[in-house]
Nanobody
Framework: VQLVESGGGVVQAGGPLRLSCSASGSIFTINAMGWYRQAPGKQRELVAT???????NYADSVKGRFTISRRNVKNTVYLQMNSLKAEDTAVYYC???????????WGQGTQVTVSS
């Protein structure tokens, strides 16, 4: 499975940004997809996840501001980010755990920079 993120960039604090992640390849081997982020000098952390049937999970720090969604027909997951803060600045990675064995697929990451 290949995961390709897009949509990152520079945005002012308080503004919105939408990330996309398209999956290709053996997509039958994945169910849940998610977004993680890693800020400089910090560990990678969970942002949000969504299952194929739409069950979602969010980090407390983004609840009420970020929304994860997916379009299974397009094998794409989105992350709508609103009310962005400087502390949201990070590289955002798309993620999909394998369902047919151990291992996790990762995208290459997309930079999000929130200027204050």
């Amino acid at each position: 499975v290949q995961l390709v993120e897009s949509g990152g960039g520079v945005v002012q604090a308080g503004g919105p940004l939408r990330l996309s992640c398209s999956a290709s390849g053996s997509i039958f081997t994945i169910n849940a997809m998610g977004w993680y982020r890693q800020a400089p000098g910090k560990q990678r952390e969970l942002v949000a996840t969504i299952t194929r049937v739409g069950s979602t999970n969010y980090a407390d720090s983004v609840k009420g501001r970020f929304t994860i969604s997916r379009r299974n027909v397009k094998n794409t997951v989105y992350l709508q980010m609103n009310s962005l803060k400087a502390e949201d600045t990070a590289v955002y990675y798309c993620n999909a755990p394998r369902t047919t064995g151990p291992g996790i697929y990762w995208g290459q990451g997309t930079q999000v920079t929130v200027s204050s």
